[in-house]
């Protein structure tokens, strides 16, 4: 599922400052890019977090109705209105499929000896364990 939000981009000083309307989410960036990457990273996060939750993904809204929520979140100190409305893309499903293949860190105990051998050796521990884990589920 692939949506295009309206995000505000707003420079403040040497950062990038980022407001999301519709999902409720501030974030920031040090430059235009890294702030429209950290945007997508937020909606998709926080897309996956109500999905896992069993709830809807808030629609994206038209720029009149985001124009209008920024002007509620404004004042005297800062104001995202002074900054440009973007539209950042999310494919929901994609965003999903790269969150599950993260990597992740497990401890593991070994012999001292077996470990001292392996390195010798320079064997990648996480790839012997990635495969005889798949090997012993039977997947590829």
Not at 28 to 47: F, H, N, Q, Y
Not at 59 to 84: C, M, R, V, W
Request: glycine residues 4%; aromatic residues 10%.
């Amino acid at each position: 599922m692939k949506d295009a939000y309206p995000v505000f981009i707003c420079k403040s000083d040497e950062d990038y400052l980022v407001y999301i309307p519709d999902m409720d989410i501030y974030t920031e960036g040090t430059s235009m890019v890294d702030a429209i990457e950290m945007a997508r990273d937020a909606i998709g996060l926080k897309g996956v977090a109500f999905e896992n939750d069993h709830l809807p993904i808030p629609q994206p809204s038209n720029f009149n109705t985001a124009l209008a929520k920024a002007k509620l979140e404004a004042d005297e100190d800062f104001n995202y209105l002074s900054g440009i409305l973007t539209l950042v893309d999310v494919d929901f499903t994609e965003y999903r499929k790269r969150m599950n293949h993260r990597a992740v860190k497990k401890n593991c105990t070994i012999p001292y000896w077996l470990c001292v051998e392996a390195e010798k050796e320079g064997i990648n521990f996480s790839k012997v364990l990635q495969e005889a884990l798949m090997q012993k589920m039977n997947t590829k």
